[in-house]
């Protein structure tokens, strides 16, 4: 069993805000490292504290550069491994390239099992993400991972923010199984978008099955990327006769026209995490609401490292 003193973060350039925030609600600093670029763009680390025989927890989200970030953290875990740690956990709040989970044409690469074999073979003894885009990336690991779900995150919100007459919405059928647990918590009924995806960042929405007329409809989602799905989501439940929009979703992306499409859409607001950081016109968008899964992360770090369940943070 680890105690405190055992226990060593770590951040990269991707999220530092929610390691900071991980640190103060566990009560002691972020490890020293440098995270820099040589000339040439290379990365380059140094950890600059003893860590030997420790659990480092390295807090690195692959979001945008995903390229970047994602070497990033690879050779952190080197790093630190090569400076005799005991354990190394790469803490992805957000997972990139989950996306490409599967072959779906032919002569296609599985990005995410990739992914998960590059931060196997630097070393890391454990994964730790929130609401992978498909739960069947764990599979691809042949370390423990830990799934952690921001369903308590938003459940919090919206008992604090109670919406009467509620629908929660689905924005496709994979993502049936997450509207229907936040349905059942938040004694909600369920519909669902039959949606058809063309090609990759483009959707048409085809049909809304479920009641949704003169209701308040919350649609849910993993992610929100160029937002082209989530908008034309809100349209048709607008047509529909939902009363108001609105829609929570894990990981802010907001990738090229998101934004834009956000602020003109029947969208009354979004409300999201801080997996991702938002940009400084993200934050200034009087649409997006953001709360912190800082406490979900810094309980489930502090659970591995005694011991203890993480299931437990769900039931």
Wanted: neutral net charge; aromatic residues 6%; proline residues 5%.
């Amino acid at each position: 069993m680890s105690s405190f003193k055992d226990i060593r973060l770590f951040t990269g350039n991707a999220n530092r805000p929610l390691a900071e925030e991980i640190a103060a609600y566990l009560g002691f600093p972020l490890g020293k490292a440098s995270v820099k670029r040589f000339a040439d763009g290379e990365v380059w680390v140094e950890i600059d504290e003893n860590v030997r025989m420790t659990d480092a927890y390295i807090i690195q989200p692959t979001c945008n550069p995903a390229n970047e970030h994602l070497m990033e953290l690879l050779i952190m875990i080197d790093a630190l491994k090569r400076a005799s740690v005991d354990t190394v956990t790469a803490v992805m709040p957000y997972y990139g390239y989950a996306r490409q989970d599967r072959k779906v044409q032919p002569r296609t690469p599985i990005t995410s099992k990739l992914v998960a074999d590059l931060v196997t073979a630097a070393g890391a003894s454990r994964v730790v993400s929130i609401d992978l885009h498909a739960g069947q990336i764990q599979g691809f690991f042949d370390i423990p991972f830990d799934h952690l779900y921001a369903l308590t995150i938003f459940l919090d919100y919206f008992k604090k923010n109670p919406v009467g007459n509620l629908v929660i919405v689905s924005p496709d059928v994979g993502g049936a199984e997450r509207a229907r647990a936040y349905a059942k918590r938040l004694g909600g009924s369920l519909a669902l978008i039959d949606k058809r995806r063309p090609s990759p960042n483009v959707s048409e929405v085809m049909h809304v099955i479920g009641e949704v007329e003169g209701k308040n409809a919350v649609i849910v989602d993993d992610i929100v990327d160029t937002a082209g799905t989530l908008v034309q989501a809100a349209e048709a439940l607008v047509k529909n006769g939902a009363k108001t929009v609105s829609a929570c979703c894990t990981h802010p992306v907001l990738s090229g026209p998101a934004l834009g499409r956000i602020e003109s859409s029947k969208l009354e607001k979004l409300i999201t995490t801080n997996t991702i950081c938002l940009s400084e016109a993200a934050r200034k968008c009087r649409k997006i609401h953001q709360i912190s899964v800082a406490p979900l992360l810094a309980e489930a770090i502090l659970r591995i490292a005694k011991g203890d369940s993480v299931s437990s943070l769900f039931v």
